[in-house]
């Protein structure tokens, strides 16, 4: 293991096409596949990768791009990724970088020394498409999960804890709509504008409890979150 530089975090076939196979890595790139090329991935058709800003290496720089999860959208157009910050977009028709970036844990930045000390730095987090393609959505701590509007310009995002009241943790937003919906919850709110280091009643979030995994039915409005012992569906 100490020899390795680099190593495969994920890999995801294309919905339609059989012979398009996308993998990721520990290092924050996404590489694609075309297996009509050859059937030893060696050589990659496209490479999906973010360059960082100059000047803006850290240590921690390195863990925080591995990419824990990738997801093509239905129509096979796009490819969703999730590093520890952020989700990214990809659209496969253009490599020069994300078409959306959402900020997910950029609230937690200041805590990456705190975070690596525990090992929550390495915690892998999934991601996941809306059948429609028009909301994306991750899991975060205190079991709590994120969803965006992915539309070019859309500003939605709403934040729900797996629980049998999914509004409870919301922090207090006067432009937030209260009707049940994924789309009415999330329309006006700034994307990345909640700070999530403390619930509503300002308590600090138990990096123990972390919502990894969830999933998005292909068809329906529907999401289905796993959290502890639980799993947890919701309907809009």
Not at 83 to 100: A, F
Request: charged share 20%; with cysteine; hydrophobic share 35%.
């Amino acid at each position: 293991m100490e020899d390795l530089t680099e190593v495969i975090t994920c890999a995801e076939f294309h919905p339609t096409h059989c012979n398009t196979l996308a993998y990721s890595s520990s290092k924050g790139s996404i590489r694609l596949i075309d297996l009509r090329q050859s059937a030893l991935c060696d050589n990659h058709s496209k490479i999906f990768e973010e360059h960082e800003a100059p000047g803006a290496r850290s240590f921690f720089t390195e863990i925080i791009a591995s990419i824990s999860d990738v997801k093509f959208s239905r129509d096979g157009r796009y490819l969703l990724s999730r590093d520890y910050m952020t989700l990214k977009l990809w659209d496969l028709n253009m490599d020069s970088g994300p078409v959306s970036t959402f900020q997910v844990h950029e609230h937690l930045r200041p805590r990456l020394c705190d975070l690596y000390e525990n090992d929550s730095i390495f915690d892998k987090f999934e991601c996941c498409l809306s059948g429609d393609g028009l909301h994306v959505a991750t899991g975060s701590y205190g079991n709590l999960f994120r969803v965006f509007g992915s539309t070019p310009g859309s500003m939605e995002v709403t934040t729900l804890e797996a629980s049998r009241n999914p509004m409870r943790r919301q922090i207090a937003n006067p432009t937030r709509p209260t009707r049940g919906t994924l789309t009415s919850m999330t329309r006006g709110v700034r994307r990345g504008g909640e700070n999530l280091g403390v619930d509503a009643n300002g308590n600090s979030l138990d990096f123990s409890t972390k919502l990894l995994h969830l999933a998005w039915h292909p068809t329906e409005n529907s999401i289905a979150c796993a959290a502890a012992n639980s799993l947890y569906m919701y309907y809009a």
